[in-house]
Nanobody, 126 residues
Framework: QLQLVESGGGLVQPGGSLRLSCAAS????????IGWFRQAPGKEREGVSC????????VSTNSVKGRFTISRDNAKNTVYLQMNSLKPEDTGVYYC???????????????????WGQGTQVTVSS
């Protein structure tokens, strides 16, 4: 059974850092593009970053460019989201998602992914 599990969320002060992990089980990630998404209370789920199956292409939304970095270790079947200089507006539930996109491609639209994790809470507050 294809499963994604996020971890690494928590409470952090503004300006702090967190690293989220997305671990896959039941399948190997190396054929899948991965996206990270977040959803704040009362808001729609939005794309944060995505990475192509081999890691050659990454895309990030403007609000996190220069602060968040997406990466993957296919040998460990895991994708990461390094989040630095966190702001209160980064607060939300963070989800990873996977789907089969052609090599070199990924998208930050939630509709582009069929397989989702359960999410991990990130709270940025003093």
């Amino acid at each position: 059974q294809l499963q994604l599990v996020e971890s690494g969320g928590g409470l952090v002060q503004p300006g702090g850092s967190l690293r989220l992990s997305c671990a896959a089980s039941g399948f190997t990630l190396d054929r899948y593009a991965i996206g990270w998404f977040r959803q704040a209370p009362g808001k729609e789920r939005e794309g944060v970053s995505c990475i192509s199956s081999r890691g050659g292409t990454t895309v990030s939304t403007n609000s996190v460019k220069g602060r968040f970095t997406i990466s993957r270790d296919n040998a460990k079947n895991t994708v990461y989201l390094q989040m630095n200089s966190l702001k209160p507006e980064d607060t939300g539930v963070y989800y990873c998602a996977a789907d089969l996109w052609p090599s070199g491609l990924c998208v930050t639209s939630p509709s582009g992914y069929d397989y989702w994790g359960q999410g991990t809470q990130v709270t940025v507050s003093s």
